[in-house]
C-alpha cells in the first residue's frame, strides 16, 4: 500500500512540475538568465516525453490503488462468505 501512494505522489508532483516547465516559460527564462539558452531548443524533446511518462505513472499508480482496493475487499468479502459457512 506504501509503494502505491510513493508511486502516485512522484508522478502527480512531477507531472505538475513538468506541465509547468512546458507550458510555462519558467525553464526558458531560467536558462536564459544562466547563459544556458541554446539549450532552450531541445526543451520540447526532453520535456514532452517526460511529461508523457509521468502522466503513464500516475494513470499507473491509480490503476494499482485502485486494484488493491478491490483485491482487499474481494479479500474481506470472501472471508465473510467463509464464516457464514461455518
Same mark, same amino acid.
Given at each position: 500500500m506504501n509503494k502505491n501512494r510513493f %508511486? %502516485?505522489?512522484?508522478?502527480?508532483i512531477a507531472s505538475v512540475i513538468v506541465a509547468l516547465c512546458c507550458f510555462t516559460p519558467v525553464l526558458v527564462i531560467l536558462l536564459g538568465a544562466i547563459g544556458l539558452s541554446a539549450v532552450i531548443g531541445y526543451l520540447d524533446i526532453v520535456l514532452l516525453p517526460a511529461l508523457a511518462f509521468f502522466i503513464g505513472l500516475t494513470g499507473y499508480a491509480l490503476y494499482r490503488k485502485q486494484k488493491s482496493q478491490r483485491d482487499q475487499a474481494g479479500c474481506d468479502e470472501s472471508h465473510r462468505q467463509r464464516e457464514n459457512h461455518e
Amino acid at each position: 500500500m506504501n509503494k502505491n501512494r510513493f %508511486l %502516485l505522489r512522484t508522478g502527480v508532483i512531477a507531472s505538475v512540475i513538468v506541465a509547468l516547465c512546458c507550458f510555462t516559460p519558467v525553464l526558458v527564462i531560467l536558462l536564459g538568465a544562466i547563459g544556458l539558452s541554446a539549450v532552450i531548443g531541445y526543451l520540447d524533446i526532453v520535456l514532452l516525453p517526460a511529461l508523457a511518462f509521468f502522466i503513464g505513472l500516475t494513470g499507473y499508480a491509480l490503476y494499482r490503488k485502485q486494484k488493491s482496493q478491490r483485491d482487499q475487499a474481494g479479500c474481506d468479502e470472501s472471508h465473510r462468505q467463509r464464516e457464514n459457512h461455518e
